[in-house]
């Protein structure tokens, strides 16, 4: 690859150089950028390491560009940022650090770029560039980083001890790197995990639902998952899908592996979705089996309830994992509760109240569920497989002609709570709730239809028999 070349199609590395050349400064391009550079993958975040003062040369390279962009400063880093376009541009002096020995604080100091290339993640992440016109686009690789990348390696360039125990959160940044990259963990660099997953209990729970969210978002999310469990890290933040794994016998009957069933579902719905939510309802899908789980010397295993017990660990998991508590946890809560409904739908008895009742439910996300019901279908076998989609195909169709007929998905109220309040003279009470809920029931078992007037005459007919009284005008 030439580097000037790939450089050239960019002006801020040309901008930078120049202005370094003239504070005398030699400066690098270094870290994800040159990573990604020599990958070919695209990336918005570029990182210049300098000999020197980091703020300062921000500093002069804002005033250099035209459009003088404001210089964002972290004094307690020593690094200063500016936006260039869609580029944030961050600026740092090289650094050391050196372990007194009574503090496990790190005193960080001026470095050269050896030493600073030395104290990050992985090799893949040293990787320098120098941007000085003396030797514009030389790369400098004194941890074989390019070699890393050939060989799909994730390593640490200096002792992996030393690495994780710097920072915990690599460990699940190597893990990271690897499902994103489709790369390996090098032996060495996984046995200093396997020795430091521990640790990971001093990292905050927002950056580890980044890393783990970013390894959800991987095109086959399954690969990280396994890293994260035989590492032993997921066991320290996520128990509950740890549970999942292990298959009990009693006699001739086992149950499937919930965990690789789990996985499987994940990977299958990661095929047609690129949305974190619906990748997360497939890893909540089945987590209340381990609870759930009972046997029947009849039937053998059984997970009876295990979706509304999974919809009810829900909001507890997602606080604790430092996930949104908001819509976005109801939405999941909402899937794995509903993640059974459509297969008991199959049945050609099945009544329209019962799709009606689905629909209601599931309103707009009705499709997403059956995304979910789709990909829950792992087994091995291929003609059971087909007849399983074959019949959600079938489903399918019934929530079409329904809900073309009935339009309960997203269901409004034909009859508003201040109309029964204004038709009788109510204020707001428990009665008028009644009065909505019982439509809204009519509606859902085909009593009456969809429609006002019949809305209306139901009401009318309720309320005579609750001994409400129209409200007169006199
Ligand atoms: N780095 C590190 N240890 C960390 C985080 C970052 O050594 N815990 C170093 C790596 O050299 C990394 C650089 O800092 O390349 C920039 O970090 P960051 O922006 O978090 O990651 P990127 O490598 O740019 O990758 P991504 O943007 O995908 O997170």
Known sequence: ??????????????????????????TYLVGGYVRDLLLDRPSKDIDFV?????????????????????????????????????????????????????????????????????????????????????????????????????????????????????DPLRMMRA???????????????????????????????????????????????????????????????????????????????????????????????????????????????????PATKRFNQKVGWTFHGHEDKGARMTPGIFRRLKLPMDERMKYVQKLVKLHLRPIALVNDKVTDAALRRLLFEAGDDIDDLMQLCRADVTSKNDHKVKRFLANFDKVEKKLQEVEAKDQVRNFQPPVSGDEIMAIFGLKPSRVVGDLKEEIKEAILEGQIQNNKSEALELMYRLAAKKGIEKKTNH
Not at 6 to 21: K, R, Y
Not at 86 to 115: C, I, M, N
Request: proline share 4%.
């Open 175 to 289: 893990i990271r790197f690897a499902a994103q990259l489709k790369f390996d963990i090098a032996p060495d660099t996984f046995e200093g995990i396997l020795k430091n997953a521990d640790r990971l209990s001093i990292i905050s729970g927002e950056r580890i639902i980044d890393e783990l969210n970013k390894i959800i978002l991987t095109e086959k999310p399954s690969y990280g998952f396994k890293l994260l469990f035989v590492s032993g890290l997921l066991e320290h933040f996520f128990p509950e899908m740890v549970a999942l794994q292990g298959v009990d016998s009693v006699g001739d009957k086992s149950h499937k592996d919930n965990f690789y069933h789990t996985l499987q579902v994940l990977d299958n719905v990661s095929t047609r979705t690129d949305s974190l939510w619906l990748r997360w309802a497939a890893i909540m899908h089945d987590i209340a089996k």
């Open 50 to 166: 300098c000999i020197g003062d980091g703020i300062k040369l921000a500093k002069a390279v804002s005033a250099a560009l035209p459009e003088r962009p404001p210089v964002a400063v972290f004094k307690n880093f020593g690094t200063a940022m500016i936006k260039v376009g869609d580029w944030e541009v961050e600026f740092v002096g090289a650094r050391k650090e050196s372990y007194q020995r009574h503090s496990r604080k790190p005193q960080v100091e001026a470095g050269t770029l050896q030493e600073d290339q030395e104290r990050r993640d992985f090799t893949i992440n040293t990787l320098g560039i120098s941007i000085n016109e003396a030797n514009y686009g030389e790369l400098l690789d004194p941890f074989d980083g390019v070699k890393d990348l050939k060989r799909k390696i994730i390593r640490t360039p200096a002792d992996p001890e030393l690495t994780f125990s710097d």
């Open 1 to 26: 690859m030439n580097l000037k070349k790939s450089l050239a199609t960019i002006p801020i590395f040309q901008q930078v150089g120049t202005v370094a050349d003239q504070l005398n400064m030699e």
